[in-house]
T-cell receptor
Framework: AQKVTQAQTEISVVEKEDVTLDCVYE???????LFWYKQPPSGELVFLIR??????QNEISGRYSWNFQKSTSSFNFTITASQVVDSAVYFC????????????FGSGTKLNVKP | DAGITQSPRHKVTETGTPVTLRCHQT?????MYWYRQDPGHGLRLIHY???????DKGEVSDGYSVSRSKTEDFLLTLESATSSQTSVYFC????????????FGEGSRLTVL
């Protein structure tokens, strides 16, 4: 069965610290997509990144980077030099390429960045 | 931003009453979804649609029904609301299935007393 685990319920850091949000997934599929979404205090869900199962290259976008390791079924998200505006709940999600209805979210990690 | 509007944004109702939440999109995307968000559970899929009048159940569909008579509208109905259906409901849309990227509405907060 598909499952996403975000073991860190809440993390607090001080501004400018680096922080890594963990995501571990379970799937029997060989083809799938992984995602990160951000939910700021205003409540909307914002797409951050998509990664398919055949692409294990790490990705960097500004202060954000993602480390995808199939060997450990992990898709971790690192924020470098965190800022107060990064405070949000972050969700990791897993979908199946052929069954679009199978979109599974982790329970989320709440990140508090203090000035 | 994707053109997705949910209504109502906030609703308080009593147990046993019917409730309908509406999702309206202006993107002409084929696929539409209803999720609920609860503490400790993240988002869970309730129902989804892959075209006009084509819908199917998700992970937590009991107690909910949906309808899609037009491409742009996807309705979620609670026939007889229960307190366990107190939640924040998100509508999402996607253009294709081979990327899985979802665009979400602002959410509708429902409280069932």
């Amino acid at each position: 069965a598909q499952k996403v685990t975000q073991a860190q319920t809440e993390i607090s850091v001080v501004e400018k610290e680096d922080v890594t949000l963990d995501c571990v997934y379970e799937t029997r599929d060989t083809t799938y997509y992984l995602f990160w979404y951000k939910q700021p205090p205003s409540g909307e869900l914002v797409f951050l990144i998509r990664r398919n199962s055949f692409d294990e290259q790490n990705e960097i976008s500004g202060r954000y980077s993602w480390n995808f390791q199939k060997s450990t079924s992990s898709f971790n998200f690192t924020i470098t030099a965190s800022q107060v505006v990064d405070s949000a709940v972050y969700f990791c999600a897993l979908s199946d390429k052929y069954n679009f209805n199978k979109f599974y979210f982790g329970s989320g990690t709440k990140l508090n960045v203090k000035p | 931003d994707a053109g997705i509007t949910q209504s109502p944004r906030h609703k308080v109702t009593e147990t046993g009453t019917p409730v309908t939440l509406r999702c309206h999109q202006t993107e002409n995307h084929r696929y539409m979804y209803w999720y609920r968000q609860d503490p400790g559970h993240g988002l869970r899929l309730i129902h989804y649609s892959y075209g006009v009048k084509d819908t199917d159940k998700g992970e937590v569909s009991d107690g909910y029904s949906v309808s899609r008579s037009k491409t742009e509208d996807f309705l979620l109905t609670l026939e007889s609301a229960t307190s366990s259906q107190t939640s924040v409901y998100f509508c999402a849309i996607s253009e294709r299935t081979n990327t899985g990227e979802l665009f979400f509405g602002e959410g509708s907060r429902l409280t069932v007393l």
